[in-house]
């Protein structure tokens, strides 16, 4: 970011604009905006010093516009062609971030909550994906959405884009690789840093577009061939802006640190060392956040959950509490991480490493036989892992008896482990949780790191385990902080918006189930109608479209429940190595426990809105980059495979063609109608489906066709595939039959 601020709530923002600038003895943030209150019309810098009695001298008046320039951030106030401020508020004026769309038209994602604002392709024209802009309403669009005209932009996004160099009748630009930024960014001669055309490049950005003219700027670093071993990452790294350099401070703060924990450290705590905590992680992990135990207590388990303190060692306001918040997540890529704290802290002094002591902050909980927490205490320990396990390793000597003989020496605390989580599930599936298990793809790659193959991952036994036992910790973590009424950020998540809704009624209803209408949708409806498709054999394309009609998940202060986990509470307490609101919730834990109350906490309400909005667009951001870099890698694969036929299913009806999804690699491209067959294609909506006015063949959400890869374009990511032979002619599929009684599954 050019400036990044993450300033979007009102009273968040003055309460930082006023300490940013009280040291220069300049009046407040609400000081001055009374004063522009009281002006009642636009006024000058020098107007203004008057109003609010700040000395005619260059530093005072210099400090006074920076103090402007950071209520302009935070959407408080505009700064007219005239070099005059004004209140946004009374300018009839709608601050908010821009959010693109590789069609040219965007939305304006309002600071203050409110329905999002349409963007015509014409507004778009100044305007970067991420970039903060005061918009006035003008109207609705077609679909009855208010719609918008950019009246200033407040704060850039980008200083610099990754893209492809271009070279075409004697003009060089660079074309970005953020689908988000359809605009190209012209390079004035001996710009291009000796980079040839088709090459990938960061180019510093010099002038920022305007409505009748694109951007321009200089190439300050040639990449290489778009191609080329780990570039994916590279690119999405550049593309969507993701931290990945360590300030020097941060840097030195993490190399003081020692690489032991010290003694005196270790005072006052519980002492936990000979307790057999474990980490179970995959079997590529290098962080350990977490360690658990079971055992077996009054009608019931002790369950504890070990999970680092970071807390202890990184500091609110410090160079590496900046560096991890500005971060706010770590971000995985296939053969790569960026994480959110330096290696010496996240794979070192607080990792949960075997044999090592280590701090942690544990959730001690009772569950019992019926699957419910019954009690539950935070407390500050230290520890020492008695192993580092792996899912794999875990599962085989659940499901066979059979492991290596350290793991076979804390089987017992393993087997109470997976009966406790038995009983965890089954609380589960009452209260209606969806619980879903859409592989991820795993990526292969030979010595040179070429992608050689894709295979889908899915959750074994161990992995469903840790999830059930950290869902329960957050949800003791969430308790904790609500009773004693601490700021915090809860993971909150709320159910589809009523047009995703109406559209899963209709994919639904093609194998004849029925989601109820006339009232609010519960998560034990949806969990019903999935629930009926059990043992039909497209159960996994149904979990996706579900999924994919769910609303995301966000990071709020103000907790509202969790819809897919049927939660009335819910916060991230379990990873605060690799994401910042789990570190908040320590630090607010941690508050409780040595001071009893908020009283002197670092955090008020409106910080909390405001790393609420951080965090969720950082979570945002990082999955936007790894989903891109899996899609070129997954296109860098099927170029070596253009021709090769494949089996697949059909996952999305449009009326150019259908998606098709491979079965065997789980990679998904579009058949053209131009390619399903020498007749005319009809769209039914309701049905979705694509029939044939001839032959009346019927290509419909889930169908099995046969295709081969027809082409691949790596720079716009899209994989074209031609139809070979239908396996199944879809209209209506068969329903699955009502299952009667439920039968217990080892998930």
Same mark, same amino acid.
């Given at each position: 970011?050019?400036?990044?601020?993450? /300033?979007? +709530?009102?009273?968040?923002?003055?309460?930082?604009? !006023?300490?940013?600038?009280?040291?220069?003895?300049?009046?407040?943030?609400?000081?001055?905006?009374?004063?522009?209150?009281?002006?009642?019309?636009?006024?000058?810098?020098?107007?203004?010093?008057?109003?609010?009695?700040?000395?005619?001298?260059?530093?005072?008046?210099?400090?006074?516009?920076?103090?402007?320039?950071?209520?302009?951030?935070?959407?408080?106030?505009?700064?007219?062609?005239?070099?005059?401020?004004?209140?946004?508020?009374?300018?009839?004026?709608?601050?908010?971030?821009?959010?693109?769309?590789?069609?040219?038209?965007?939305?304006?994602?309002?600071?203050?909550?409110?329905?999002?604002?349409? /963007?015509?392709?014409?507004?778009?024209?100044?305007?970067?994906?991420?970039?903060?802009? %005061?918009?006035?309403?003008?109207?609705?669009?077609?679909?009855?959405?208010?719609?918008?005209?950019?009246?200033?932009?407040?704060?850039?996004?980008?200083?610099?884009?990754?893209?492809?160099?271009?070279?075409?009748?004697?003009?060089?630009?660079?074309?970005?690789?953020?689908?988000?930024?359809?605009?190209?960014?012209?390079?004035?001669?001996?710009?291009?840093?000796?980079?040839?055309?088709? *090459?990938?490049?960061?180019?510093?950005?010099?002038?920022?577009?305007?409505?009748?003219?694109?951007?321009?700027?200089?190439?300050?670093?040639?990449?290489?061939?778009?191609?080329?071993?780990?570039?994916?990452? *590279?690119?999405?790294?550049?593309?969507? %802006? /993701?931290?990945?350099?360590?300030?020097?401070?941060?840097?030195?703060?993490?190399?003081?640190?020692?690489?032991?924990?010290?003694?005196?450290?270790?005072?006052?705590?519980?002492?936990?060392?000979?307790?057999?905590?474990?980490?179970?992680?995959?079997?590529?992990? #290098?962080?350990?956040?977490?360690?658990?135990?079971?055992?077996?207590?009054?009608?019931?388990?002790?369950?504890?959950?070990?999970?680092?303190?970071?807390?202890?060692?990184?500091?609110?306001?410090?160079?590496?509490?900046?560096?991890?918040?500005?971060?706010?997540?770590?971000?995985?890529?296939?053969?790569?991480?960026?994480?959110?704290?330096?290696?010496?802290?996240?794979?070192?002094?607080?990792?949960?490493?075997?044999?090592?002591?280590?701090?942690?902050?544990?959730?001690?909980?009772?569950?019992?036989?019926? !699957?419910? $927490?019954?009690?539950?205490?935070?407390?500050?320990? &230290?520890?020492?892992?008695?192993? =580092?396990?792996?899912?794999?390793?875990?599962?085989?000597?659940?499901?066979?008896?059979?492991?290596?003989?350290?793991?076979?020496?804390?089987?017992?605390?393993? +087997?109470?482990?997976?009966?406790?989580?038995?009983?965890?599930?089954?609380?589960?599936?009452? #209260?209606?949780?969806?619980?879903?298990?859409?592989?991820? $793809?795993?990526?292969?790659?030979?010595?040179?790191?070429?992608?050689?193959?894709?295979?889908?991952?899915?959750?074994?036994?161990?992995?469903?385990?840790?999830? @059930?036992?950290?869902?329960?910790?957050?949800?003791?973590?969430?308790?904790?902080?609500?009773?004693?009424?601490?700021?915090?950020?809860?993971?909150?998540?709320?159910?589809?918006?009523?047009?995703?809704? @109406?559209?899963?009624?209709?994919?639904?209803?093609?194998?004849?189930?029925?989601?109820?209408?006339?009232?609010?949708?519960?998560?034990?409806?949806?969990?019903?109608?999935?629930?009926?498709?059990?043992?039909?054999?497209?159960?996994?394309?149904?979990?996706?479209?579900?999924?994919?009609?769910?609303?995301?998940?966000?990071?709020?202060?103000?907790?509202? !429940?969790?819809?897919?986990?049927?939660?009335?509470?819910?916060?991230?307490?379990?990873?605060?190595?690799?994401?910042?609101?789990?570190?908040?919730?320590?630090?607010?834990? =941690?508050?409780?426990?040595?001071?009893?109350?908020?009283?002197?906490?670092?955090?008020?309400?409106?910080?909390?809105?405001?790393?609420?909005?951080?965090?969720?667009?950082? *979570?945002?951001?990082?999955?936007?980059?790894?989903?891109?870099?899996?899609? #070129?890698?997954?296109?860098?694969?099927?170029?070596?495979?253009?021709?090769?036929?494949?089996?697949? &299913?059909?996952?999305?009806?449009?009326?150019?063609?259908?998606?098709?999804?491979?079965?065997?690699?789980?990679?998904?491209? /579009?058949?053209?109608?131009?390619?399903?067959?020498?007749?005319?294609?009809?769209?039914?909506?309701?049905?979705?489906?694509?029939?044939?006015?001839?032959?009346?063949?019927?290509?419909?959400?889930?169908?099995?066709?046969?295709?081969? $890869?027809?082409? &691949?374009?790596?720079?716009?990511?899209?994989?074209?595939?031609?139809?070979?032979?239908?396996?199944?002619?879809?209209?209506?599929?068969?329903?699955?039959?009502?299952?009667?009684?439920? +039968?217990?599954?080892?998930?």
């Amino acid at each position: 970011m050019v400036q990044e601020t993450g /300033l979007s +709530r009102r009273s968040g923002s003055r309460r930082r604009a !006023g300490r940013t600038r009280r040291e220069a003895d300049v009046p407040a943030a609400e000081q001055v905006l009374a004063a522009l209150e009281r002006e009642g019309a636009p006024a000058t810098l020098e107007r203004l010093a008057e109003q609010v009695e700040v000395a005619a001298e260059p530093q005072a008046l210099a400090a006074l516009e920076a103090q402007l320039a950071g209520l302009i951030r935070a959407g408080e106030v505009l700064r007219n062609r005239r070099d005059e401020y004004l209140l946004v508020r009374k300018a009839d004026l709608v601050p908010g971030r821009v959010q693109g769309h590789r069609d040219g038209f965007g939305f304006l994602i309002p600071d203050h909550g409110d329905q999002d604002i349409f /963007l015509p392709a014409r507004q778009m024209r100044r305007l970067f994906d991420g970039d903060r802009a %005061a918009v006035q309403v003008r109207g609705q669009d077609r679909q009855g959405r208010p719609m918008g005209s950019v009246m200033e932009v407040l704060e850039r996004a980008h200083s610099e884009l990754v893209g492809r160099l271009h070279r075409e009748s004697g003009v060089t630009y660079v074309v970005p690789d953020n689908p988000r930024i359809p605009h190209h960014v012209v390079i004035p001669r001996g710009g291009h840093g000796g980079a040839q055309a088709g *090459e990938a490049v960061l180019v510093g950005i010099e002038e920022y577009p305007e409505e009748h003219r694109l951007a321009i700027g200089r190439v300050s670093r040639v990449l290489g061939s778009p191609g080329a071993p780990g570039m994916e990452v *590279e690119m999405a790294v550049h593309a969507f %802006a /993701l931290p990945h350099e360590w300030p020097e401070e941060a840097l030195a703060e993490a190399e003081a640190m020692p690489q032991r924990v010290p003694t005196a450290a270790k005072q006052g705590r519980v002492d936990l060392r000979e307790l057999p905590l474990v980490t179970i992680d995959g079997a590529d992990a #290098r962080d350990f956040d977490d360690a658990v135990y079971c055992e077996p207590a009054d009608d019931g388990w002790r369950i504890l959950v070990a999970i680092a303190d970071v807390s202890h060692y990184v500091r609110p306001g410090s160079p590496l509490d900046q560096e991890a918040q500005r971060r706010g997540t770590s971000v995985y890529f296939p053969n790569r991480v960026i994480p959110m704290l330096p290696e010496a802290l996240s794979n070192g002094l607080c990792s949960l490493n075997p044999q090592v002591d280590r701090l942690c902050m544990v959730c001690d909980m009772h569950l019992g036989r019926d !699957g419910k $927490v019954t009690g539950s205490e935070f407390y500050s320990a &230290v520890m020492r892992s008695a192993a =580092r396990l792996t899912y794999d390793d875990v599962t085989t000597l659940l499901e066979t008896g059979r492991g290596r003989p350290a793991l076979q020496r804390l089987a017992g605390p393993l +087997r109470e482990l997976h009966a406790a989580w038995e009983a965890l599930i089954a609380a589960r599936r009452r #209260r209606g949780a969806l619980d879903f298990d859409v592989p991820e $793809v795993a990526f292969d790659f030979d010595e040179h790191g070429h992608v050689t193959g894709l295979s889908p991952r899915h959750r074994g036994v161990a992995h469903r385990i840790i999830e @059930e036992c950290m869902i329960a910790a957050n949800v003791e973590a969430a308790r904790f902080l609500r009773h004693h009424r601490m700021p915090t950020l809860y993971r909150v998540h709320e159910g589809p918006a009523d047009e995703k809704l @109406e559209e899963l009624r209709l994919f639904l209803a093609t194998f004849e189930v029925k989601l109820p209408k006339g009232q609010t949708l519960k998560p034990r409806d949806l969990y019903r109608a999935v629930e009926r498709l059990h043992d039909h054999p497209e159960r996994e394309l149904v979990e996706m479209v579900v999924l994919r009609s769910m609303q995301a998940a966000v990071y709020r202060p103000r907790n509202i !429940g969790h819809f897919g986990l049927a939660l009335p509470g819910y916060a991230h307490f379990t990873s605060p190595i690799r994401r910042y609101p789990d570190l908040l919730v320590h630090r607010g834990i =941690r508050q409780v426990l040595e001071h009893g109350s908020a009283k002197g906490f670092a955090y008020a309400m409106p910080d909390m809105e405001r790393l609420g909005d951080l965090t969720s667009r950082a *979570e945002r951001r990082a999955d936007e980059a790894t989903w891109d870099a899996h899609d #070129r890698l997954k296109c860098e694969f099927m170029q070596d495979h253009i021709g090769t036929e494949y089996d697949g &299913v059909i996952t999305g009806v449009m009326p150019f063609g259908v998606f098709v999804r491979l079965s065997e690699v789980h990679v998904e491209g /579009l058949v053209h109608v131009s390619y399903l067959g020498k007749e005319y294609f009809r769209h039914d909506p309701v049905r979705r489906a694509l029939v044939g006015e001839r032959s009346g063949t019927v290509f419909g959400l889930t169908g099995h066709v046969r295709v081969r $890869v027809l082409r &691949v374009n790596l720079e716009d990511r899209k994989i074209d595939f031609e139809l070979v032979e239908v396996a199944e002619s879809v209209d209506t599929p068969e329903p699955a039959p009502a299952r009667k009684g439920r +039968r217990r599954r080892r998930r």
